[in-house]
């Protein structure tokens, strides 16, 4: 089929903007043409989500001269100026896929449960699971509270634990969840458990709920079998919630191939680039309620979303959650706390506004560094060393994963952080956007920074399901702005001692220099490789071990090679006007802001 | 053409509205379709199912799990009382028994011989729901619930907390803009539903819920001050369910003055019974906080249109962010071109003349239609 695929619209609906784009087979290559944009319509007075799908189609059509719009019809036959071949659509409207998860022990069975319902693009609203302490009452209680679109339900290795796999049903049928998605909605429930149980699961529940039956989660302790819950997810994605959810009917009859979760989508095309380039990559898509991170490491994806950390509707979380301290940190001039928050919060009302003034722009930036920075910090938390699909484990990994679970992520190892969403693909410097995903995920050693540059990574996610080439061409040619590289040393030292000294060849010219400690420096280097040679001083590690000297080459682009000696993690002057100047400097040299009138 | 649309806050007066008054779950309806109800008339009520007890049978009798069922002596659907027997073991030729009573008054729910347990729920809450505003019962949902429609003054606000208060409006200053102090409110506003044009503080609004008011309409307040009235921080804007006076906030954040004609609006219904919700969710599915005064009138203003919040030139717009936040004007252009901010954001404008006479160029996101007749 890919063959015949020569136009390709595709839209994303947001919890706040549709976006669309249009990719064209020119010169026998997928190169993104035109984007529309409009605001999503999933509210009364429209209620309609064709209806912001529309306007941002119309967009295109103005601007492409195309005809795509029959009326409301896309037109799917192309010629020179008219139609598409394929339209395809993800979606995170009505607030995505909203689901509880269950399993025996919290730590393992709970846990692949988790992983597979975010693997699939949900948010996980709980972990229901035997041993997590709450009394029966408080589980069914908050099951009623939830209202959950859909609850995967595992638990037990098969033959293992019959009577505490029943018992959560129980409690899901004593609760008898009323989903938030309409009084005559049956609540899909995915059974992924114990296959001795699923007699008993399906007699205990059959009644109540529509009842999911699919292999096992984790059919051994050794073993982690996520694919056949997270399809199911997604089929039920399409079946149920989607269905539910206003003009979701129309879209899904609009669309050549079934809609995806937005998160999902991205997740997608963040496994396919670890892939296919083999690096380790970190990916991070922040939006107006949620921030989503994405991660792979050894071939190993993990996701995590962050409810309630984003940029708009859940900005007052952000300053709650980290403290208005840590978000006045990163704000270079002074302002009392009462009309920080006052203006914060009015951005939380008024989710759709943007900064006029140079000043709320910085405002805005330093609460996206504390959302990114919280985000990560709950992905690290996640990514714990339980392997995917279907490896095989050693017993004494397995033992390792119940003392504790280390992080899989390991910044020293990370070859590439991908940001995405308004905050970073928007902002209206690039070098604003590399000093935010360097400030809040601390990279260690050399690492390539991009993003995606006009928000278009979960289209391309769905596009690489059924046309990976298409998806890649246009990732690469339009979607990914390679920002540059960063360089930093790891620990922190005392201010001013002398950390590393780099020797960089740019345009047949040789470029020296040294970093001190609490020094940031940007040196201009346009997209292309460059020969470096960092030499560490004593005890002093870049990455590759203490004393270690680095020869190579790294990747320049549209912000340049930003040598970074502030500390993991940075060291903030105590001092409310130094560290005004100290911020300032850091603005200064990375060309950060204009400067002030 | 592609629309431009900007966010919209309702001020109308003499207008129709449809109010649904829905169950949680499923329940009776008391009213018939065309019926006149006043606020206070309940329309519809049902049950929702109480907390629940869970009891390990086959640990306390010390049998297996499968055995359960012989030993319970009370069926699933049987109402129970506390200290009622409900299940005995068979005991060594009939001596020895041990058995187990119920520690509540409930229903029993489930008896599983899989887990070993019988699961009591305590009796069920009743939910009634009022009419909420006064008005003609238009439509009814069997077992859900009904539409109630009306005529009157509508009033959104930007976000409130508290739910739904009914009480007398009183207006407590001559205009938006004059002070309020603490001793312009005492005992007489119990029970009232109170509008102060200007922004309040934490401890204005402390005394006014100590005297017994019902809700308070201001134009703003300090973040930090809906902090302390909640005991938390407001992370995400979805309200309504908080025990308190119920607080509705026409402007935003910080202090603000009322918009002039919606104080207005107000003063005109001053002494008027009231209907508010401070009710907000500021996600898909948005909500805003709002006032309604029923009118006897015919009402004069058509159903809300999609066309209303389109802007163009001439409409008449409020500035809803930094450096002119809460400024009225109209708008004299609409440039196609994208626009340089100072903030270096290139971005889709509006050329506003303010009621100074001053113009400006303002992003077309910071707007905000008026919508009002």
């Not at chain 1, 020119?26 to 944009?37: A, K, M």
């Not at chain 2, 809700?215 to 307040?221: A, F, M």
Request: aromatic share 6%; glycine share 8%.
């Amino acid at each position: 089929m890919s063959k015949n695929i020569n136009i390709i619209l595709a839209t994303d609906c947001g919890s706040t903007t549709t976006k669309a784009i249009l990719i064209e087979l020119i010169d026998n290559e997928y190169r993104l043409t035109f984007r529309g944009e409009a605001p999503t319509t999933v509210e009364q007075p429209f209620e309609d989500v064709t209806r912001g799908v529309l306007n941002a189609i119309i967009e295109i059509e103005e601007l492409s001269g195309r005809k795509i719009l029959d009326n409301e019809n896309i037109i799917n036959k192309t010629s020179a100026k008219e139609g598409v071949d394929v339209y395809i659509s993800t979606s995170s409207a009505g607030g995505g896929l909203q689901m509880m998860v269950s399993g025996v022990v919290k730590s393992m069975t709970g846990e692949s449960a988790q992983r597979a319902a975010l693997g699939a693009g949900a948010i996980v609203m709980d972990i229901l699971a035997s041993n997590d302490k709450r009394m029966y009452h408080e589980k069914v209680k908050r099951i009623r509270e939830l209202r959950p679109d859909m609850v995967l339900l595992s638990g037990g290795i098969d033959g293992g634990t019959v009577s505490h796999v029943v018992e959560l049903a129980e409690i899901i049928k004593t609760a008898n969840p009323k989903p938030r998605l309409g009084i005559d909605y049956r609540l899909p429930i995915i059974y992924a458990g114990n296959k001795e149980a699923q007699e008993n699961i399906n007699d205990t529940l059959k009644d109540i709920v529509d009842l999911i039956i699919v292999p096992n989660i984790r059919p051994t302790l050794e073993k982690e079998n996520l694919k056949p819950s997270r399809d199911k997810i997604h089929d039920l994605f399409m079946e149920h919630v989607m269905a539910q959810a206003p003009g979701y009917n129309k879209l899904t009859k609009w669309t050549d191939y079934p809609i995806m979760p937005t998160p999902g989508a991205v997740g997608e095309i963040i496994k396919k680039i670890a892939k296919i380039e083999k690096i380790s990559v970190v990916g991070v898509d922040i939006g107006g309620a949620t921030t989503d991170v994405f991660s792979v490491f050894n071939d190993e994806f993990n996701r995590t979303v962050s409810a309630n950390l984003g940029m708009s509707y859940s900005i007052c979380n952000v300053l709650s959650d980290a403290g208005v301290d840590n978000v006045s940190r990163w704000i270079p001039f002074k302002i009392d706390s009462i009309n920080l928050t006052n203006r914060i919060a009015n951005k939380m009302i008024r989710p759709t506004t943007i900064p006029q003034t140079l000043e709320d722009l910085k405002i805005e930036q330093a609460l996206a560094r504390e959302a990114l920075r919280l985000s990560f910090v709950q992905h690290k938390e996640f990514a714990v060393s339980l392997k995917g699909v279907q490896q095989e484990r050693t017993i004494s990994d397995t033992f390792e994963q119940k003392m504790s679970g280390q992080t899989i992520v390991n910044m020293k190892n990370l070859d590439l952080i991908v940001g995405s969403g308004g905050v970073l693909s928007h902002a209206p410097r690039r070098a604003q956007a590399m000093r935010m995903l360097i400030d809040s995920f601390l990279p260690e050693g050399i690492t390539q920074i991009a993003v995606d540059s006009i928000f278009m990574m979960p289209q391309l996610g769905i596009l690489s399901t059924f046309h990976e080439q298409a998806a890649l061409e246009v990732f690469h040619k339009d979607c990914l702005i390679k920002l540059g590289t960063c360089i930093s040393s790891l620990d922190k030292y005392k201010k001013d001692r002398k950390l590393f000294s780099y020797k960089i060849i740019i345009n047949k010219k040789i470029i020296e220099g040294e970093i001190k400690s609490g020094e940031l420096k940007l040196i201009k280097a346009p997209l292309d490789k460059y020969q470096i040679t960092i030499t560490p001083e004593k005890n002093i590690d870049i990455g590759y071990g203490k004393n270690e000297i680095f020869t190579g080459k790294i990747f320049g682009g549209e912000v340049g090679i930003v040598f970074d000696g502030r500390g993991r993690s940075i060291t903030f002057s105590e001092d409310y006007e130094e560290r005004i100047n100290q911020i300032s400097n850091w603005s200064i040299n990375s060309n950060e802001y204009p400067k002030e009138v | 053409m592609s629309k431009s649309y900007t966010p919209g806050l309702k001020i109308l007066r003499n207008t129709k509205i449809s109010k649904e008054r829905l169950l949680p779950l499923r329940g009776d309806v008391h009213v018939s379709k065309d019926l006149i109800v006043n606020s206070d008339t309940i329309v519809a009520s049902t049950e929702i199912p109480g907390n629940v007890q869970m009891i390990n049978i086959a640990n306390k009798l010390n049998i297996d799990a499968e055995q359960i069922l012989d030993c319970v002596v009370v069926k699933v659907g049987d109402s129970i009382i506390k200290n009622q027997l409900i299940a005995e073991s068979k005991g060594l030729f009939g001596m020895f028994k041990s058995e187990v009573r119920s520690p509540i008054d409930g229903k029993i729910i489930n008896a599983s011989k899989i887990t070993g347990q019988i699961v009591i729920a305590e009796k069920p809450l009743p939910i009634n729901v009022d009419a909420y505003i006064p008005g003609i019962i238009k439509d009814i949902f069997p077992k859900e619930g009904v539409i109630i429609d009306s005529i009157g003054t509508f009033v959104q606000g930007i976000i409130g907390i508290g739910g739904e208060k009914k009480g007398t409006l009183e207006i407590l200053t001559d205009s938006p803009s004059s002070m309020i102090n603490m001793e312009m409110i005492n005992n007489d506003y119990k029970d009232k539903i109170i509008v102060c044009g200007t922004s309040i503080n934490y401890d204005f609004y402390e005394k006014a819920k100590k005297i017994g008011v019902k809700g308070i309409v201001c134009g703003g307040i300090n973040y930090n001050s809906v902090s302390k009235i909640l005991g938390y921080s407001l992370g995400v804007a979805i309200t309504g369910t908080e025990k308190t006076t119920t607080l509705i906030l026409t402007e935003g954040f910080g202090e603000i003055n009322m918009a002039q004609r919606t104080f207005d609006i107000l003063l005109q219904n001053n002494g008027k019974k009231v209907s508010i919700n401070g009710a907000t969710q500021i996600r898909a599915g948005v909500l805003r906080p709002e006032i309604f005064i029923e009118s006897k009138k015919i009402y004069e203003n058509d159903n809300f249109k999609e066309d209303d919040l389109i802007i163009s030139e001439g409409s008449t717009i409020r500035i809803i962010r930094e450096p002119y936040f809460g400024q009225i004007g109209q708008i004299i252009s609409l440039p196609y071109e994208l626009v340089k901010m100072k903030s270096e954001t290139m971005v889709r404008v509006a050329e506003i003349k303010f009621e100074n006479g001053n113009i400006e160029i303002i992003p077309r996101a910071n707007l905000e239609v008026i919508l009002s007749n």
